[in-house]
């Protein structure tokens, strides 16, 4: 078992910037992958960022690209979303998940981006 709390989320002006924080405990040593999806009333979820755990390796959906930052800290068993030049468009609930042999999910957090 994995076990993920968000924070992070918020109410913020378009173009302005926020960071999500993912902590992980539980069963990490066999998590490989990383990531948040995000999810809107109405809309099917969406990828937003991933990282592999062992190798580092990060991959976003191409609208975030150049603007959202998925890190880790290793010693706090975290995975960060930086996100900048938000839009409202990035409104959403974004959740964290961990992948082992399943996904788990965090309880997720609200980002609201105003116009």
């Known amino acids: 078992q994995v076990q993920l709390v968000e924070s992070g989320g918020g109410l913020v002006q378009a173009w302005g910037s926020l960071r999500l924080s993912c902590v992980a405990s539980?069963?990490?040593?066999?998590?490989?992958?990383m990531g948040w999806y995000r999810q809107t009333p109405g809309k099917q979820r969406e990828l937003v960022a991933t990282?592999?755990?062992?190798?580092?390796?990060?991959d976003y959906a191409d609208s975030v690209k150049g603007r959202f930052t998925i890190s880790r800290d290793n010693a706090k068993n975290t995975v960060y979303l930086q996100m900048s030049s938000l839009k409202p468009g990035d409104t959403a609930v974004y959740l964290c998940?961990?992948?082992?042999?399943?996904?788990?999910w965090g309880q997720g957090t609200q980002v609201t981006v105003s116009s």
């Open positions: 998940f961990a992948a082992t042999y399943r996904l788990f």
């Open positions: 990282l592999r755990t062992s190798e580092g390796v990060t």
């Open positions: 539980g069963n990490i040593d066999v998590v490989n992958t």
